[in-house]
C-alpha cells in the first residue's frame, strides 16, 4: 500500500540578498514564498525596480503541493542557461511555492554556457541556503453540521484525533470547519460520517 504523501517543504519568508561573482559579473540571488502568480509579478516587479541597470533577471518558480505548476525564464541569456539551472535547485532542495531570482550584472567578459549554467545555479543555492526552509502538511478541510445534542460526541472526537477547528458558528445548529492532515482525512471523515446526526462534507 503506497504511503500518503501529505507534507511539504516550502520557505517561511524571503532570503537575505546573496552575491555570486564570476569574472566580474555580479549575480544577487533572491528567495520568496509565494502562493499565486500575482505574488510572483508583484515580486519580480519589485526587483527590477531595486535592480533597474542590471541586465538579466533570470527567474524560476514552484506553486502547488499536489498538482505542481512551475516556470523557468532565461530573461534573455541563452536558451536553457539560467532558469533551467535555477529550477533544477528548487528541485534539489524539494521545496515548493517559491520564487528564486537571480539578478546579473554584465561584468564585461562573456562566461559561455557553461560558465551562465555554473553562475545561476549556484546563485540560485546560495538563495536557498539563505532561507528558512520548513516542513508543512498538507491538509484537508471539512465542514460538520449538528445539533446541540450531538456537541459533546463531536468534540470527543475532536480531541481524541487532535483535530484543528479553522472556524464554529454555534447559531440554531452547530457548524465547525476542521482541518486535518490529508493522510488522516479517509479515517476522519469515516468517523463523522458514522456518527449518527452529524453531517460532514468536503470544502
Known amino acids: 500500500m503506497n504511503e500518503i504523501k501529505d507534507t511539504y517543504k516550502t520557505i517561511t519568508k524571503p ?33 527590477r525596480k531595486l535592480h533597474h541597470t542590471a541586465r538579466h533577471h533570470c527567474y524560476a518558480w514552484q506553486l502547488g503541493t499536489e498538482e505542481i505548476r512551475f516556470r523557468a525564464n532565461d530573461d534573455g541569456e541563452p536558451s536553457n542557461s539560467a532558469g533551467q539551472p535555477i529550477y533544477g535547485q528548487i528541485q534539489a532542495f524539494d521545496v515548493t511555492n517559491v520564487l528564486i531570482v537571480s539578478v546579473r550584472y554584465f561584468g564585461g567578459t562573456k562566461l559561455g554556457v557553461g560558465g551562465l549554467i555554473n553562475a545561476y545555479r549556484s546563485s540560485a543555492q546560495l538563495a536557498l541556503e539563505a532561507s528558512d526552509i520548513i516542513e508543512k502538511t498538507i491538509d484537508v478541510h471539512y465542514k460538520l453540521k449538528f445539533g446541540y445534542d450531538m456537541m459533546n460526541k463531536v468534540q470527543r472526537i475532536i480531541k481524541e484525533r487532535s483535530i484543528t477547528i479553522l472556524n464554529q458558528k454555534l447559531e440554531l445548529d452547530c457548524e465547525y470547519t476542521i482541518s486535518v492532515r490529508k493522510k488522516e482525512a479517509d479515517p476522519i471523515f469515516e468517523v463523522f460520517n458514522n456518527l449518527y446526526k452529524v453531517e460532514i462534507k468536503s470544502i
Open 15 to 47: 532570503s537575505e540578498e546573496t552575491l555570486f561573482k564570476d569574472r566580474n559579473s555580479k549575480f544577487f540571488g533572491y528567495a520568496f514564498p509565494v502562493n499565486s502568480e500575482e505574488d510572483i509579478k508583484e515580486r519580480l516587479e519589485e526587483l
